[in-house]
């Protein structure tokens, strides 16, 4: 009975949490054999950051997967922290060097990095969030929920299995991927800068924490019921039992 819970559990988590496994940078291959993530074409290549919000914290947050950027303090970054007032007290958040692929139960699949390879000082973690039918690539910035650790949320299609290649948007449709060979229309898109962004926006954390919250119920739920379902069976073995032995009497 035992290993069916936690069979059930091991089943539940990779319902709602499938693993990514790291192929090369910025991509990954998703355990149940859904196809690539691959961020590649969210990067911009110029040795800049692709998204600068302002976090409403009194800092000014970069960040660009895939591709480091530098300044004159550090190299290899993938989030910087500058302070809004005072552009000489800036944070190494993380270094692309330190790029991991990691799965939670609450967060589902993000990407985490630190600001060096040993003993880092600062963390980072942009949690996936897959939009399939948007073309927008939107960064938020959630907090330092933990001192020294900053949370992000990354919402686009690149953080579905199999929506991205190296180049943008996979268009399925054969009639129109000719049109994407000639004018690059998914790839153009995907390079534009977003604006400068408001930092938090209530109204999209608000649905991100009731679907968080909905998630841990349906955990919840499937527990619960399989409490029940195992104290039946129990129940039922027990009963089973005592017949068995009162019978044993009887023939005694
Ligand atoms: C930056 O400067 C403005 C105007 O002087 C000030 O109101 C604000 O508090 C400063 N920000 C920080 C984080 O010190």
Redesign the pocket.
């Given at each position: 009975m035992k290993y069916f819970l936690i069979l059930l559990l091991n089943f539940s988590v990779k319902v709602f949490a499938q693993n990514c496994f790291r192929t090369e940078p910025c991509k990954c291959f998703m355990e149940d054999n859904s196809g690539y993530i691959n961020l590649k074409s969210l990067a911009l290549s110029s040795g800049g950051p692709r998204w600068t919000l302002d976090g409403g914290?009194?800092?000014f947050y970069q960040y660009n997967p895939c591709v480091g950027f530098e300044n004159e303090k550090f190299t290899d970054l993938a989030v910087l922290q500058v302070?809004?007032?005072?552009s000489n007290l800036e944070y190494n958040l993380g270094i692309q060097a330190t790029e991991t692929f990691v799965t939670s139960l609450s967060k589902g699949l993000s990407i985490t990095y630190a600001s060096s390879a040993s003993a880092a000082k600062r963390k980072s973690e942009v949690i996936l969030e897959c939009i399939p039918g948007s073309r927008d690539h939107e960064l938020q910035f959630v907090g330092e929920l933990i001192v020294t650790e900053y949370e992000f949320i990354l919402k686009s299609p690149c953080a579905c299995p199999g929506l991205c290649d190296d180049t943008g948007l996979i268009v399925p449709d054969a009639s129109t991927s000719s049109q994407i060979s000639t004018m690059p229309p998914s790839g153009d898109e995907t390079l534009q800068p977003d604006p400068v962004g408001s930092g938090l926006n209530w109204n999209q954390v608000g649905s991100d924490l009731v679907g968080l919250i909905f998630h841990d119920f349906i955990l919840v739920a499937i527990i619960a019921s399989t409490i029940v379902i195992v104290q039946y069976i129990m129940g039922y073995r027990c009963h089973c039992y005592k017949n068995g032995q009162s019978m044993k009497f009887t023939d005694a």
């Open positions: 914290d009194g800092y302070h809004e007032n005072n």
